[in-house]
């Protein structure tokens, strides 16, 4: 008589639970794939922001007329800045940014021309 | 009682998790989708950067009135330009652009000076040389003709200024007269007589607008009843008179071209425009003209009395004043510049300059003609302050006058 005055709670059956189950792993499934793509993203965030540094460097460039060409190290990238006449106009200069990943492959560039003076 | 009914509850938490995980991949959709959006507009804004490089270097010749190319030649920067006059300066218009996406910039662009053009003074040939009186001084190269400066008393004033009469070469001046740019001098007559097909004028009395330059140009005629009217005009605009006008304080003009047989710049007025007149310009007491203005007198006509622009005390000009006559020695043109009065930039006459202000920058005239009230003096300069050192090094002129082939950007518009 006691035990009636508890709840009672009807069971799931097992095709319902077995249903259950698999909905479950499939979400997980679905959300797992959600998160990696969401890590791509990430990375491409890191590759945006390479870019941009690439563009403020060609800006500074402008800024200091610093026209010779370099190689610049970051941590995850380099950006590889050539300098030269633009081919037929010598009064004007090409300056080149090229960004490279880890594993030197550009995955970038730019281009400006300015006044050679 | 609770019902256990676990697939219930199981479709209760997958929508919910499908629903933020949905909003998380349309969010990283749309970042992806700015990001490369702006990448584009950076690579827009650098291509940009670099056709305005090449039109500052570009020869005459390349320039027409549209031009469309790719910068590397790899098929993926293209870039236009247009460009078409304005006044005595010229407009362009350069985009860059990649499939749908375009940017756009317009400026006003002329010349950075010639050698002859960057003189203090550069007067015509004659058997009279220059002669300084007063607290004249001249700082900057000088074409003088026979070469010659000398000090001289003029209306019982001695010389008083610094001991180098001139500070800079002095060199003597050519046979050849200073030859304006045909092409503008031809725009100005179009201009002047309104007559080109191209100029279809806007039935307007709006008292205020502005008016882009990536439009066609406005040519709108004005009454002085309108024009009292008017507290605002901006831009790819050309204001018509028929009849002399005087500006009011209350009319703000910026860019544009007021063009009339006689215009009258009132006292403490202050605005950026080009002035086009037959007759007269008179720039009243304290009005200022700001970079990159210009005041044109073109006398047309040979029966016509004196032609002439006049700076009063206090007035100021920065950008070019050019007056001429279309006549072979054809005199009755000058430039007053009162005393008190301040030129930044550049004075032309083909025939006479009255200098007895300041002039922050050089003249180019075939005759100094000093009026005082008891004396006419040829060649003459009285108190007169003539510097070319103080104009600023980012002084851009008109092609009009002799200028060297490098382009320079006067505003952006």
């Known amino acids: 008589?006691?035990?009636?005055?508890?709840?009672?709670?009807?069971?799931?059956?097992?095709?319902?639970?077995?249903?259950?189950?698999?909905?479950?792993?499939?979400?997980?499934?679905?959300?797992?794939?959600?998160?990696?793509?969401?890590?791509?993203?990430?990375?491409?965030?890191?590759?945006?922001?390479?870019?941009?540094?690439?563009?403020?460097l060609l800006a500074e460039t402008k800024q200091y007329k610093t026209y010779t060409s370099e190689n610049i190290a970051y941590e995850n990238f380099t950006i590889d800045k050539q300098v030269g006449a633009k081919p037929g106009n010598e009064a004007l200069l090409i300056l080149a940014f090229e960004l490279k990943d880890e594993k030197g492959l550009v995955i970038g560039n730019v281009k400006e021309e300015v006044l050679a003076q | 009682?609770?019902?256990?009914?676990?697939?219930?509850?199981?479709?209760?938490?997958?929508?919910?998790?499908?629903?933020?995980?949905?909003?998380?991949?349309?969010?990283?959709?749309?970042?992806?989708?700015?990001?490369?959006?702006?990448?584009?507009?950076?690579?827009?804004?650098?291509?940009?950067?670099?056709?305005?490089?090449?039109?500052?270097?570009?020869?005459?010749?390349?320039?027409?009135?549209?031009?469309?190319?790719?910068?590397?030649?790899?098929?993926?920067?293209?870039?236009?330009?247009?460009?078409?006059?304005?006044?005595?300066?010229?407009?362009?218009?350069?985009?860059?652009?990649?499939?749908?996406?375009?940017?756009?910039?317009?400026?006003l662009f002329g010349y950075t000076l010639a050698k002859e053009s960057n003189a203090a003074l550069h007067l015509g040939d004659s058997d009279r040389g220059l002669r300084v009186s007063g607290k004249t001084t001249v700082v900057g190269d000088c074409y003088l003709p026979q070469g010659v400066v000398k000090v001289a008393n003029i209306d019982g004033s001695f010389y008083q200024g610094p001991s180098k009469l001139v500070d800079g070469l002095v060199i003597k001046s050519s046979k050849v007269p200073i030859k304006l740019n045909p092409t503008i001098v031809h725009y100005l007559d179009d201009l002047l007589a309104a007559k080109s097909e191209n100029y279809s004028f806007t039935e307007t009395d709006t008292s205020a607008f502005v008016h882009s330059f990536s439009k066609d140009t406005y040519f709108i005629e004005y009454s002085q009843a309108q024009l009292q009217?008017?507290?605002?005009?901006?831009?790819?605009?050309?204001?018509?008179?028929?009849?002399?006008?005087?500006?009011?304080?209350?009319?703000?003009?910026?860019?544009?071209?007021?063009?009339?047989?006689?215009?009258?710049?009132?006292?403490?007025?202050?605005?950026?425009?080009?002035?086009?007149?037959?007759?007269s310009i008179v720039v009243k007491e304290n009005a200022t003209l700001l970079y990159p203005s210009a005041l044109v007198l073109v006398k047309n006509k040979s029966t016509m009395p004196l032609a002439y622009i006049s700076l009063n005390k206090g007035s100021e000009v920065r950008g070019v004043?050019?007056?001429?006559?279309?006549?072979?020695?054809?005199?009755?043109?000058?430039?007053?510049?009162?005393?008190?009065?301040?030129?930044?930039?550049?004075?032309?006459?083909?025939?006479?300059?009255?200098?007895?202000?300041?002039?922050?920058?050089?003249?180019?005239?075939?005759?100094?003609?000093?009026?005082?009230?008891?004396?006419?003096?040829?060649?003459?300069?009285?108190?007169?302050?003539?510097?070319?050192?103080?104009?600023?090094?980012?002084?851009?002129?008109?092609?009009?006058?002799?200028?060297?082939?490098?382009?320079?950007?006067?505003?952006?518009?």
């Open chain 2, 229 to 279: 009217s008017l507290t605002r005009m901006k831009g790819n605009i050309v204001l018509y008179s028929n009849k002399p006008i005087s500006l009011t304080t209350t009319m703000r003009l910026e860019d544009v071209i007021v063009v009339a047989p006689s215009v009258i710049v009132p006292e403490n007025y202050k605005a950026a425009l080009q002035i086009i007149c037959t007759d």
């Open chain 1, 1 to 56: 008589m006691a035990l009636k005055k508890y709840k009672t709670v009807k069971a799931s059956s097992l095709i319902e639970t077995i249903v259950a189950m698999i909905v479950l792993v499939l979400v997980f499934l679905f959300s797992v794939m959600i998160v990696n793509n969401v890590m791509q993203t990430a990375s491409l965030g890191a590759k945006t922001k390479a870019t941009l540094k690439m563009y403020e």
């Open chain 2, 1 to 107: 009682m609770i019902r256990a009914s676990a697939l219930f509850i199981v479709l209760v938490v997958s929508f919910v998790v499908g629903a933020i995980t949905s909003s998380i991949v349309f969010a990283t959709f749309y970042y992806r989708l700015e990001v490369a959006d702006l990448l584009i507009y950076k690579k827009l804004n650098t291509n940009l950067n670099s056709a305005v490089a090449e039109l500052k270097v570009m020869s005459e010749e390349s320039i027409v009135d549209s031009l469309v190319w790719d910068l590397y030649d790899e098929g993926q920067d293209s870039v236009s330009v247009k460009v078409s006059p304005w006044g005595i300066f010229e407009i362009a218009q350069v985009s860059a652009f990649s499939n749908n996406k375009k940017i756009q910039k317009s400026f």
């Open chain 2, 321 to 413: 004043i050019c007056a001429y006559s279309k006549f072979v020695n054809e005199e009755n043109v000058i430039v007053n510049i009162y005393k008190g009065a301040t030129v930044h930039g550049q004075v032309f006459s083909n025939a006479n300059v009255n200098c007895q202000g300041v002039i922050k920058g050089g003249i180019i005239t075939n005759k100094l003609l000093l009026k005082t009230n008891v004396s006419i003096n040829e060649n003459c300069l009285l108190d007169a302050e003539v510097n070319v050192s103080k104009r600023s090094p980012h002084f851009i002129g008109s092609k009009l006058l002799p200028v060297s082939k490098q382009r320079g950007i006067v505003k952006w518009l």
